[in-house]
C-alpha cells in the first residue's frame, strides 16, 4: 500500500476502509466516554464547585486514561498485557484528544457549563465520533494503522 503524503492525495472512496475506521472509532468513543462523562457526572452530582475548564480537563485526561484502559483489555486477547498496554499508549492521542475536545466543547456550548443532561448526551457522542472519523479513515488507509485494536 502506498504512504499517501496528505489528505487530498487518498481515496476517500473505500467502504471498507470507512467500515473499519467507524468501528475503530467507535471503541474509542465507548473509552474516552467513560472516563469524560464519569468525571463529569462526578462534579455535577457533588457539586464540588470546580471551575468549568477544571472539570474539562480533568475530564479529557480520564478520557484518554479510560480509553487507554479499555483498548488494553481487548488488545490484551490477541498479545500479552505488557504488549498490549504499550500499543495502546501509542494510539492515536490526535484522534482522542479531538475526539474528547469535540464532546467538551458541545457540552459547554449547548449546556452552558459542564453539564450531563439526556438531550445533549447524543449530540457529545455524534461530534465525539464524526470529528476523528477522517483523521482515522486517512490513518487506516495511508498508514495501515488504527487508532484502535
Request: hydrophobic content about 55%; overall charge positive.
Amino acid at each position: 500500500m502506498a504512504v499517501a503524503a496528505t489528505f487530498t492525495d487518498l481515496d476517500w472512496a473505500s467502504r471498507p476502509t470507512w467500515v473499519t475506521a467507524s468501528k475503530n472509532t467507535f471503541w474509542c468513543l465507548v473509552g474516552c466516554s467513560i472516563g469524560d462523562m464519569g468525571t463529569i457526572a462526578f462534579f455535577q452530582v457533588t457539586g464540588i464547585p470546580w471551575p468549568t475548564l477544571a472539570i474539562m480537563t480533568l475530564a479529557i485526561i480520564n478520557g484518554l486514561l479510560t480509553s487507554i484502559a479499555l483498548e488494553t483489555v481487548i488488545l490484551s486477547r490477541q498479545m500479552v498485557l505488557k504488549e498490549a498496554f504499550k500499543t495502546a499508549c501509542g494510539m492515536s492521542l490526535i484522534s482522542m484528544i479531538s475526539m474528547e475536545a469535540a464532546m467538551n466543547t458541545v457540552d459547554v456550548l449547548v449546556t452552558g457549563g459542564a453539564r450531563l443532561t439526556l438531550w445533549v448526551l447524543p449530540i457529545m457522542w455524534l461530534a465525539g465520533f464524526l470529528t476523528p472519523l477522517p483523521y482515522n479513515y486517512w490513518r487506516l488507509k495511508a498508514l495501515g494503522k488504527a487508532c484502535c485494536h
